[in-house]
T-cell receptor
Framework: GENVEQHPSTLSVQEGDSAVIKCTYS??????FPWYKQELGKRPQLIID?????GEKKDQRIAVTLNKTAKHFSLHITETQPEDSAVYFC????????????FGKGTSLLVTP | DGGITQSPKYLFRKEGQNVTLSCEQN?????MYWYRQDPGQGLRLIYY???????QKGDIAEGYSVSREKKESFPLTVTSAQKNPTAFYLC????????????FGEGSRLTVL
């Protein structure tokens, strides 16, 4: 099945700085790449997603880029705020091997004031 | 109030006992999923169902069983065959399998004593 690698596992930035989280996937047939945010003690929630026919998507301070040739995609958070502190998960559709999302292991982001 | 409800929130079980985790959704979603979350391991897919009376194994299905007799319900049974069942279990649903937003429940934490 699909294998999704996510880096780094932990990331600490100062408030106002940018944060970048990177993911790679193995199945070239994957066509849907969402990012989920999980705050401490809460359920994961979708924050942004991108489909394979698009190279970049932005929503206010967050953006996702996709490089299909290299099979990697990244989450960019600009002007970070303490409330951005959470665990972020990337995911990819499993393409021909099934119909469920496969998740990366997560990145714990800490934004310090 | 629409959403996904998981119960119980906390569950303790003795070794050798089966236990069933409940997941109910009133979002009229076709697809439902069970993920297991362990520290540093991300979200790993146990089982998923795209339609009533049909379900498929995920990456870590061994020791688990599910049923999908109704669209709203997707219970997960953790059997005594699961070697390391202590974990946080998340149920999710989506309108469309594979390329739709996942809506997660609040999770069930199972501890085997």
């Amino acid at each position: 099945g699909e294998n999704v690698e996510q880096h780094p596992s932990t990331l600490s930035v100062q408030e106002g700085d940018s944060a970048v989280i990177k993911c790679t996937y193995s199945d070239s047939a994957s066509n849907y790449f969402p990012w989920y945010k999980q705050e401490l003690g809460k359920r994961p929630q979708l924050i942004i997603d991108i489909r394979s026919n698009v190279g970049e998507k932005k929503d206010q301070r967050i953006a996702v880029t996709l490089n299909k040739t290299a099979k990697h995609f990244s989450l960019h958070i600009t002007e970070t705020q303490p409330e951005d502190s959470a665990v972020y998960f990337c995911a990819a559709s499993s393409g021909g091997s099934g119909y469920a999302l496969n998740f990366g292991k997560g990145t714990s982001l800490l934004v310090t004031p | 109030d629409g959403g996904i409800t998981q119960s119980p929130k906390y569950l303790f079980r003795k070794e050798g006992q089966n236990v069933t985790l409940s997941c109910e959704q009133n979002l009229n979603h076709d697809a439902m999923y069970w993920y297991r979350q362990d520290p540093g391991q991300g979200l790993r897919l146990i089982y998923y169902s795209q339609i009533v009376n049909d379900f498929q194994k995920g990456d870590i299905a061994e020791g688990y069983s599910v049923s999908r007799e109704k669209k709203e319900s997707f219970p997960l049974t953790v059997t005594s065959a699961q070697k390391n069942p202590t974990a946080f279990y998340l149920c999710a649903s989506s309108m469309q399998p594979n390329t739709g937003e996942l809506f997660f429940g609040e999770g069930s934490r199972l501890t085997v004593l």
